[in-house]
């Protein structure tokens, strides 16, 4: 079973606010990532990191910013939010040394609405 | 740049029937790929994976995948299909670099909605 965890799962919050979705993982994973997915569309990478203090920006442009000062934690902060914010915010985190590498455990999410 | 096409947004089966989700990818690389499960307002389940050896992987809740190199395709099946396999289903690959370094950054397929009828 995996243990990463996300909180909140659910997030209402007014246009302007400052928000912080948090991440956990207990399994001392060096990489994780946060994913964001759109109703009835994939998943796109927004940012990742391969250990602590480095982090970097995926695939997909987003306003948010992260940080990882240990090794478990993984934060993803808005500071300022705007209804274009509204979607789901997927958490997840991986292992890989040399050639042994696992694939990516997920939380459960949080889905976000901005109003 | 590594991509992934789900053939079909929704396929829908009778409670019995063989299930059939397509994937095919695209990387310059060889690759690992994936297949995830997500019910309603839940991450993502992995169901099975395939990185290196036998090209037919088995995984959860009796899902297999066959990785076909020539076809650059990696479906997903199930020979009876119950009402419990509703979900949506990605397929992802994973960056793999010459030397077999990875970030472990997925690139996901557009999702395939599976409905069960009874």
């Known amino acids: 079973e995996a243990d990463i965890y996300q909180t909140p799962r659910y997030l209402v919050i007014g246009t302007g606010k400052k928000i912080t979705l948090e991440c956990s993982q207990t399994?001392?994973?060096?990489?994780m990532y946060w994913y964001q997915q759109d109703p009835g569309m994939e998943l796109h990478l927004i940012h990742y990191?391969?250990?602590?203090?480095?982090?970097e920006k995926g695939d997909l442009s987003s306003e948010s910013t992260v940080s990882r000062i240990r090794t478990e934690h993984f934060p993803l902060t808005l500071e300022s939010a705007r209804p274009s914010h509204t979607s789901q915010y997927l958490c997840?985190?991986?292992?890989?040394?040399?050639?042994?590498?696992?694939?990516?455990?997920f939380g459960q999410g949080t889905r976000l609405t901005v109003v | 740049a590594q991509s992934v096409t789900q053939l079909g947004s929704h396929v829908s089966v009778s409670e019995g029937a063989l299930v059939l989700l397509r994937c095919n990818y695209s990387?310059?690389?060889?690759?690992?790929l994936f297949w995830y499960v997500q019910y309603p307002n839940q991450g993502l389940q992995l169901l099975l994976k395939?990185?290196?050896?036998?090209?037919l992987v088995k995984g959860i809740n009796g899902f297999e995948a066959e990785f076909k190199k020539s076809e650059t395709s990696f479906h997903l099946t199930k020979p009876s299909a119950h009402m419990s396999d509703a979900a949506e289903y990605f397929c992802?690959?994973?960056?793999?670099?010459?030397?077999?370094?990875?970030?472990?950054?997925?690139?996901f397929g557009q999702g395939t909605i599976l409905t069960v009828h009874p």
């Open positions: 395939y990185t290196t050896g036998a090209t």
């Open positions: 997840a985190s991986s292992e890989s040394q040399g050639f042994r590498r696992t694939e990516a455990f």
């Open positions: 990387s310059s690389v060889p690759p690992y």
């Open positions: 399994m001392g994973h060096d990489k």
């Open positions: 990191s391969y250990g602590v203090n480095s982090t």
């Open positions: 992802a690959v994973s960056d793999l670099r010459a030397g077999g370094t990875s970030y472990g950054k997925l690139t």
